[in-house]
């Protein structure tokens, strides 16, 4: 049902995830490093590139990468040679962020693989990924050059909302999950989250309706002007009952408690298989406060056990779990937190970024996804 396996191509090290049922669609969560890293920019590009196409068309059959996200350890001086590449795989949308891997490379690469789906992009600027009774809808690097991080994140977020008007759905009736990448975070973090609160509140989502599972993080693009960036995905299809919402009441708050706006997590059931979506999360407890302030340690502790009770409220664990990103605000933390990660979860792909949660304290923090297979009466995914 869910096989990981490592494969060494050339410099490049892929840790992937395999995870399919009796119908037609398998899916494939990869996680793609430069084993070298005193390979020049380029030559890491390529190893990483050379890696994800020898999976692409030797591992898997009648697939295609409907997302894919390369983090860039020097964006300014990396996204144009980077850019430059990407016209040789048009197909899926591509996120770019400077997060730089923790690994000591300038380079890695998250992929996520269907099969058996069509991949088409629309007149509106989504990529639209349907089979059967569903499309999936995805955009990624959107920003808008505004003058500062609530007014960029406000025309992101209506353009979103224009984009799905024009593909037949509402940013309230169907998307599942967002990513904001925020420059210098401590200071434009605040900016972001107002522009989304309310634009949230006019898509018709508050507190007392839901939001979407968001991670809200540190990460920089090429212009030092765009000081918001976003990643967002979509359903069309989906029937009531299909989508549920995950809050762990004993273990986190919800987020309108500290005035933002996105749900812990977000459930997906179709047919065949449950799809779970974790926000980024930290070491926070049920009233909202930071736990373990200056302990890294008990940090990611707390940032595991959180994450774990999301997970069984969904009636997952993490077996279902088929990647992991690791967000750390000092690089000197690095060896600590990767120590705990490797011994509990020696196998699992997973990618260990530099990135700066949204408040300054919160020393680590994580997003993952759960798959896991199960039979209702709803279509296959």
Same mark, same amino acid.
């Given at each position: 049902?869910?096989?990981?396996?490592?494969?060494?191509?050339?410099?490049?090290?892929? #840790?992937?995830?395999?995870?399919?049922?009796?119908?037609?669609?398998?899916?494939?969560?990869?996680?793609?490093?430069?084993?070298?890293?005193?390979?020049?920019?380029?030559?890491?590009?390529?190893?990483?590139?050379?890696?994800?196409?020898?999976?692409?068309?030797?591992?898997?059959?009648?697939?295609?990468?409907?997302?894919?996200?390369?983090?860039?350890?020097?964006?300014?001086?990396?996204?144009?040679?980077?850019?430059?590449?990407?016209?040789?795989?048009?197909?899926?949308?591509?996120?770019?962020?400077?997060?730089?891997?923790?690994?000591?490379?300038?380079?890695?690469?998250?992929?996520?693989?269907?099969?058996?789906?069509?991949?088409?992009?629309?007149?509106?600027?989504?990529?639209?990924?349907?089979?059967?009774?569903?499309?999936?809808?995805?955009?990624?690097?959107?920003?808008?050059?505004?003058?500062?991080?609530?007014?960029?994140?406000?025309?992101?977020?209506?353009?979103?909302?224009?984009?799905?008007?024009?593909?037949?759905?509402?940013?309230?009736?169907?998307?599942?999950?967002?990513?904001?990448?925020?420059?210098?975070?401590?200071?434009?973090?605040?900016?972001?989250?107002?522009?989304?609160?309310?634009?949230?509140?006019?898509?018709?989502?508050?507190?007392?309706?839901?939001?979407?599972?968001?991670?809200?993080?540190?990460?920089?693009?090429?212009?030092?002007?765009?000081?918001?960036?976003?990643?967002?995905?979509?359903?069309?299809?989906?029937?009531?009952?299909?989508?549920?919402?995950?809050?762990?009441?004993?273990?986190?708050?919800?987020?309108?408690?500290?005035?933002?706006?996105?749900?812990?997590?977000?459930?997906?059931?179709?047919?065949?298989?449950?799809?779970?979506?974790?926000?980024?999360?930290?070491?926070?407890?049920?009233?909202?406060?930071?736990?373990?302030?200056?302990?890294?340690?008990?940090?990611?502790?707390?940032?595991?056990?959180?994450? #774990?009770?999301?997970?069984?409220?969904?009636?997952?664990?993490?077996?279902?779990?088929?990647?992991?990103?690791?967000?750390?605000?000092?690089?000197?933390?690095?060896?600590?937190?990767?120590?705990?990660?490797?011994?509990?979860?020696?196998?699992?792909?997973?990618?260990?970024?530099?990135?700066?949660?949204?408040?300054?304290?919160?020393?680590?923090?994580?997003?993952?996804?759960?798959?896991?297979?199960?039979?209702?009466?709803?279509?296959?995914?």
């Amino acid at each position: 049902m869910m096989k990981h396996t490592e494969i060494i191509h050339g410099h490049a090290r892929i #840790e992937c995830t395999l995870f399919g049922t009796d119908t037609a669609v398998a899916e494939c969560f990869a996680m793609i490093h430069v084993d070298d890293a005193t390979l020049t920019f380029e030559e890491q590009l390529e190893s990483v590139r050379a890696a994800y196409f020898w999976m692409l068309h030797h591992e898997l059959h009648n697939a295609d990468c409907v997302f894919r996200r390369y983090f860039l350890s020097d964006a300014c001086n990396q996204l144009s040679v980077l850019m430059a590449t990407e016209t040789e795989d048009p197909i899926g949308e591509v996120s770019v962020i400077q997060q730089p891997p923790l690994d000591g490379t300038k380079v890695a690469l998250w992929a996520y693989i269907m099969t058996n789906v069509r991949v088409q992009a629309l007149a509106n600027g989504l990529t639209e990924v349907s089979h059967g009774a569903y499309r999936h809808l995805w955009n990624a690097s959107m920003f808008r050059y505004e003058e500062n991080s609530e007014y960029q994140t406000r025309i992101i977020l209506n353009d979103f909302v224009m984009q799905l008007i024009e593909a037949g759905c509402s940013m309230e009736r169907n998307c599942i999950r967002t990513w904001f990448f925020v420059n210098e975070v401590d200071t434009n973090y605040a900016g972001m989250v107002k522009a989304r609160n309310e634009v949230f509140l006019v898509q018709g989502m508050n507190p007392r309706t839901h939001y979407v599972a968001s991670t809200g993080i540190g990460g920089r693009q090429a212009d030092p002007q765009i000081t918001v960036q976003m990643d967002a995905y979509a359903v069309d299809g989906l029937q009531p009952g299909q989508v549920h919402h995950l809050y762990a009441p004993t273990h986190l708050s919800r987020t309108s408690v500290y005035g933002s706006a996105f749900e812990r997590g977000t459930c997906v059931d179709y047919g065949d298989r449950r799809h779970v979506f974790i926000s980024g999360t930290a070491s926070i407890d049920c009233n909202g406060q930071i736990l373990y302030a200056g302990d890294v340690e008990k940090q990611t502790a707390r940032v595991l056990e959180n994450v #774990e009770t999301l997970l069984t409220e969904a009636d997952v664990i993490f077996d279902d779990v088929p990647y992991m990103i690791v967000y750390l605000r000092d690089i000197a933390d690095h060896a600590v937190v990767r120590k705990i990660f490797h011994e509990r979860f020696s196998g699992k792909p997973c990618v260990f970024v530099l990135a700066a949660e949204c408040r300054p304290q919160w020393l680590v923090g994580m997003e993952c996804m759960a798959v896991k297979k199960i039979s209702t009466e709803y279509p296959p995914l």
